[in-house]
């Protein structure tokens, strides 16, 4: 299994950008299906960004389509997520996740979780 660790949430103000980092460790995931996930307080887990590590194949939802984006620096083992044009619905804890099954927006097929960073978008 590889390890997770988020950084770069914070509070930003409407309109704002942050970039979100997951450090992975244990095992280079180049070969990992990974991706951004999200939860809000109420709310279930949302998938946000993926890449498909087969092609590097990239996918978002369509709430943040045109406005994040998901990379990966494979020599520092580092995937991230520039998110610009920040909204208030964006507010949520964001999540790092990573499997080598199949590809899926369904949390439930990933293994590996990083702990969570907070982003707040303020109105």
């Known amino acids: 299994q590889v390890q997770l660790v988020e950084s770069g949430g914070g509070l930003v103000q409407a309109g704002g950008s942050l970039r979100l980092s997951c450090a992975a460790s244990?095992?280079?995931?180049?070969?990992?299906?990974v991706g951004w996930f999200r939860q809000a307080p109420g709310k279930e887990r949302e998938f946000v960004a993926g890449?498909?590590?087969?092609?590097?194949?990239?996918y978002y939802a369509n709430s943040v389509k045109g406005r994040f984006t998901i990379s990966t620096d494979n020599d520092k083992n580092t995937l991230y997520l520039q998110m610009n044009s920040l909204k208030p619905e964006d507010t949520a804890v964001y999540y790092c996740?990573?499997?080598?099954?199949?590809?899926?927006?369904?949390?439930?097929?990933?293994?590996?979780w990083g702990q969570g960073t907070q982003v707040t978008v303020s109105s």
């Open positions: 244990g095992r280079t995931f180049s070969t990992y299906n």
């Open positions: 890449i498909r590590w087969i092609g590097r194949t990239t």
């Open positions: 996740a990573a499997t080598p099954r199949g590809w899926s927006r369904s949390p439930s097929m990933y293994d590996s």
